[in-house]
C-alpha cells in the first residue's frame, strides 16, 4: 500500500510566495530564450522527480492542465499521486492528451512531434515539457535566435535526446504550432519557446 506521507509531503511551505516566485523566474526565463536563470527548490517530490522540476510542475499545473509522465517518472506510482495531490492536475494516457509533459530521461523520450502542437486556431493548445537534464552546461552547444534574444544566445544542456537539431527545426517550421520547452538541472532553469530558432549548432 503506498506510503500516504509520501504522497502529502513535500509541497510548498508557503504555497502562495512560492509559486509567485517560482513563476516569476519562469516567466522570466521564457521572455529570454536559453538564460540559464537560478530557481529556489521550493518543492520535494517524490524520486525521480528533482525538486526543481517538481517545484515547475507546482507552479504550472493546475486542475485544467493534464500532465504526462515518462516511463523514468512513472516507475514511481507515488509521484503521479503526488502531482495530483499538490496541484488538483490529472495524468494525461498520452503525451498529445498532456498539457504539460514531465521527462526524467531525455534522451529516451518521444519525439516533440508526439505531443499536443496546437493548431492555428489554438496555438496556446500545446504540450509545454518539463526536461531534467544532467546540467545546462557542459553539453554540444546550440546557439538560437529570436524573440527574447540579443543578437544570439548560446547554451549546452547535457543529455537531450539523439536527433534534438533536426526535431527542434522541424519545431520551429510548425510555428505558431508548436511545442515549448522548460529545461531544470539541480538549481537552475532555461526555457525554450518555439519562437527560439536554433541557427548554429557546434561541435
Not at 110 to 135: C, K, M, W
Request: charge should be negative; glycine fraction near 8%; charged fraction near 15%.
Amino acid at each position: 500500500m503506498m506510503d500516504q506521507a509520501v504522497t502529502l509531503d513535500g509541497g510548498f511551505a508557503d504555497p502562495v510566495f512560492n509559486a509567485q516566485s517560482a513563476f516569476r523566474i519562469i516567466m522570466d526565463a521564457m521572455a529570454r530564450p536559453g538564460h540559464v536563470l537560478a530557481i529556489p527548490a521550493y518543492a520535494t517530490p517524490p524520486v525521480p522527480l528533482s525538486a526543481i522540476a517538481g517545484t515547475v510542475a507546482c507552479t504550472l499545473l493546475d486542475v485544467d492542465t493534464p500532465f504526462w509522465l515518462d516511463q523514468a517518472l512513472a516507475a514511481n506510482p507515488a509521484l503521479q499521486a503526488w502531482l495530483t495531490f499538490h496541484t488538483g492536475a490529472r495524468a494525461a494516457a498520452t503525451p498529445v492528451e498532456a498539457h504539460f509533459a514531465l521527462v526524467g530521461d531525455p534522451t529516451s523520450m518521444p519525439s516533440l512531434e508526439r505531443f499536443a502542437l496546437g493548431s492555428h486556431n489554438y496555438p496556446d493548445q500545446s504540450t509545454t515539457l518539463i526536461l531534467q537534464v544532467g546540467s545546462l552546461d557542459g553539453g554540444v552547444p546550440l546557439t538560437f535566435a529570436g524573440p527574447g534574444i540579443k543578437g544570439r544566445k548560446t547554451i549546452a544542456p547535457q543529455g537531450l535526446p539523439a536527433g534534438f537539431t533536426a526535431q527542434w527545426h522541424d519545431n520551429g517550421k510548425r510555428f505558431p504550432c508548436g511545442v515549448d520547452l522548460i529545461l531544470t538541472s539541480a538549481d537552475a532553469i532555461a526555457c525554450l519557446p518555439r519562437t527560439a530558432r536554433l541557427v548554429e549548432t557546434e561541435s
